[in-house]
């Protein structure tokens, strides 16, 4: 786990709390602002200074303001308490820079601080010559700069430690309860069978609810292989195909020794296949064959890859795929099935009636492997038992006697008064 979420959803401060906080900083700062803006307003009117003197002052205030604010910000900054279990980290930069910014601004203060005074006073003395006005125009300056420095370093400091950091351990809690519920569903998809004849609709639900989490813990450049694999998987329940195609190939470039990689490359050849790319489908397939000769679903790339050959004609090498599915695993009733088909394309009548008794031997409500072996044995001229296996076949899906009028495989019997009886 990476995290102990369990105070995760505990507030910082309570909502009573928090209002208080605000309203106190709100009456800080009406209360500093209105005091230190009636004095720089004050002065130069009352020591007849002129609109240059009051333009001078507050921009003098403005800026020891926001200088002091951004100090009393770096001061206030609370440091993160990072667990080195955790598979994502929060971003520390700011409390790095703040670290780095603070020790120089102390170092430097400590160093410079008998010049302080003097570069305060060079500053009144500018302020006097620019307005021609008296030595009191020197104190009055020096007064402003100091006030709003302090008024900013005060108000900054508090505004970050009672309000902004509330407002950021929330967020990273927030965060980390999500980035821990991502690990969670990461644990539940490590112990299912995501392979694509295996998948099911919940875990299709677990997938979506792993990406939704994705989206809101890491950006892409932090993505690992499972994270762009279960995008890929999510992709392709979609009929995204292009998405697919890419997540997978993101995946993959990310590790190829992965204990899914395979996978990923049997969900790049469908899509390819779902996209017409027969040849890339192949291609994928074969880097499974080639280079996972231990993945458990090997029988599938070897399957993918007959239908493929048989979608390009070329029926000899779909027949010769088929064969070495069946010898991975002789109990994937898709493999003899399909055995079959291709062996009836290839004239073994005798060979496809062996590999299609197997198929439903194997799954006996298969209706299409009904339907090719009565095809089989229509070839052999076997009437009793292609109307047989024809008439089993249309028991199991009717929608099949739309299919026995039309194809050329029985077209033999096509004027046979049995078979129009069956398919009426």
């Keep these: 786990m990476a995290a102990d979420s369990s105070n995760s959803n505990t507030k910082v401060f309570s909502a009573e709390t928090f209002e208080k906080i605000e309203k106190n900083l709100n009456n800080t700062l009406l209360l500093g602002l209105i005091t ?6 004050g002065y130069p009117f009352a020591a007849q ?4 003197l009051l333009f001078l002052s507050v921009l003098m205030a403005a800026a020891s303001y926001i200088c002091g604010f951004f100090l009393g910000f770096l001061f206030g900054l609370p440091k993160r308490v990072t667990d080195t279990q955790m598979t994502y980290n929060l971003n520390n930069n ?12 102390i ?65 990273d809690d927030n965060l980390l309860k999500k980035e821990a519920q991502l690990s969670l569903k990461k644990e539940e998809l490590e112990q299912q069978n995501l392979a694509p004849d ?24 932090d993505y690992t292989f499972d994270d762009w694999y279960y995008k890929g998987i999510e992709a392709y ?37 779902n996209l017409g790319l027969y040849d890339k489908a192949i291609e994928a397939n074969n880097s499974v064959i080639n280079s996972y000769p231990n993945y458990p679903s ?61 198929a439903i031997a194997l799954e006996p409500t298969n209706a299409n492997a009904w339907f090719n072996r009565a095809c089989a044995y229509a070839f052999k001229h076997d009437k009793t038992n292609m109307l047989e296996n024809l008439k089993k076949s249309i028991q199991l899906n ?23 009886k069956l398919v009426e």
């Design 36 to 41: 230190g803006v009636i004095s720089l307003i």
């Design 49 to 52: 200074g002129g609109w240059k």
């Design 94 to 105: 700011l409390v790095d820079i703040s670290d780095w910014l603070t020790k120089i601004i």
């Design 107 to 171: 170092g430097l203060g400590l160093v410079e601080i008998k010049s302080i005074p003097v570069y305060l006073l060079s500053v009144g003395s500018y302020v006097q010559r620019s307005t021609n006005g008296d030595e009191s125009i020197k104190i009055y300056s020096v007064c402003c700069i100091v006030y709003f420095t302090i008024f900013g370093l005060y108000y900054g400091f508090n505004y970050m430690r009672l309000f902004l950091s509330a407002q950021f351990k929330e967020a």
């Design 198 to 221: 295996n998948i099911d609709a919940s875990a299709s639900k677990t997938i979506n609810e792993y990406n939704q989490l994705l989206k809101t813990v890491k950006t892409e450049n």
């Design 237 to 273: 329940n979609k009929q995204d195909y292009n998405k697919t195609i890419a997540y997978m190939k993101n995946a993959l470039e990310k590790d190829l020794k992965s204990l899914n990689a395979p996978d990923a490359y049997i969900y790049e050849g469908l899509a390819y296949y």
């Design 298 to 358: 090997l029988y599938l790339a070897r399957y993918n890859n007959g239908v493929y050959f048989g979608q390009i004609q070329q029926h000899d090498k779909a027949l010769e795929e088929y064969k070495a599915a069946i010898q991975l695993n002789d109990t994937y009733t898709n493999s003899w099935n399909n055995k079959g088909y291709e062996s009836i394309y290839l004239k073994l009548y005798d060979d496809a009636i062996e590999a299609l008794s197997k």
């Design 398 to 420: 009717p929608a099949l006697k739309v299919q026995a009028k039309t194809t050329s495989w029985l077209e033999n019997f096509r004027d046979d008064e049995d078979f129009k």
